[in-house]
């Protein structure tokens, strides 16, 4: 059965510093990725998704990016954080292919102080 | 574009209420259905789905019909237990570039 692995669960960084969160997923090959943004009681803000090693597209433009140097690996990074960064980050993995559940990782809660 | 109406909560009910949640989409093609759960400082689980028209998913007592007539997707359970508050959220497939079109979720309380 497929997996999903995100860390770390709980992050407290200050203003300015970089930001790398890694999610891997095992148990099936060339995988949908996705990262989603959660504002505290808001809903999912789809951050980046890649049907692709090296394929990455951008929902929103912000001070954050994402890689997926492997098949089944996608990073999300940052160089500088801002305080407008805090929030619950969660990755997520479907089927390649259309109308596919996606299936979620347990979430990095990022505090920004 | 497609897009996802959930009711807004929070919805407040007693143990052993009916429960009915709200989802209605607008939505070119065919898409797929979904709902998800969340429980507080988790990640979002596959609840049900549906994937045509009068299609029922069901898991745990849950259950939504695909209803293409009126584009809805209800939750709805027949008696709720405390353990079922949590946060819900309506999701339809985008079939074109294989992302999922979420609503704004619906926060449950269920009151013992």
């Known amino acids: 059965s497929q997996t999903i692995h995100q860390w770390p669960a709980t992050l407290v960084q200050p203003v300015g510093s970089p930001l790398s969160l890694e999610c891997t997923v095992e148990?099936?090959?060339?995988?949908?990725l996705y990262w989603y943004r959660q504002a505290a009681g808001r809903g999912l803000q789809l951050l980046f998704y890649s049907v692709g090693i090296g394929q990455i597209s951008s929902e929103v433009p912000q001070n954050l990016s994402a890689s997926r140097p492997q098949d089944r690996q996608f990073i999300l990074s940052s160089k500088k954080l801002l305080l407008s960064d805090s929030g619950f980050y969660l990755c997520?993995?479907?089927?390649?292919?259309?109308?596919?559940?996606?299936?979620f990782g347990d979430g990095t809660r990022l505090s920004i102080l | 574009g497609d897009s996802v109406t959930q009711m807004e909560g929070p919805v407040t009910l007693s143990e052993e209420a009916f429960l009915t949640i709200n989802c209605t989409y607008t939505a070119t093609g065919y898409p797929s259905l979904f709902w998800y759960v969340q429980y507080p400082g988790e990640g979002l689980q596959l609840l049900l789905k549906a994937t045509k028209a009068d299609d029922k998913g069901s898991n745990k007592g849950f259950e939504a019909t695909y209803r293409k007539e009126t584009t809805s997707f209800h939750l709805e359970k027949g008696s709720v237990q405390v353990s079922d508050s949590a946060v819900y959220f309506c999701a339809l497939s985008d079939q074109s570039n294989y992302q999922l079109i979420w609503g704004a979720g619906t926060k449950l309380i269920i009151k013992p």
């Open positions: 148990g099936t090959s060339n995988p949908n």
């Open positions: 997520a993995w479907s089927l390649n292919g259309g109308n596919q559940p996606q299936h």
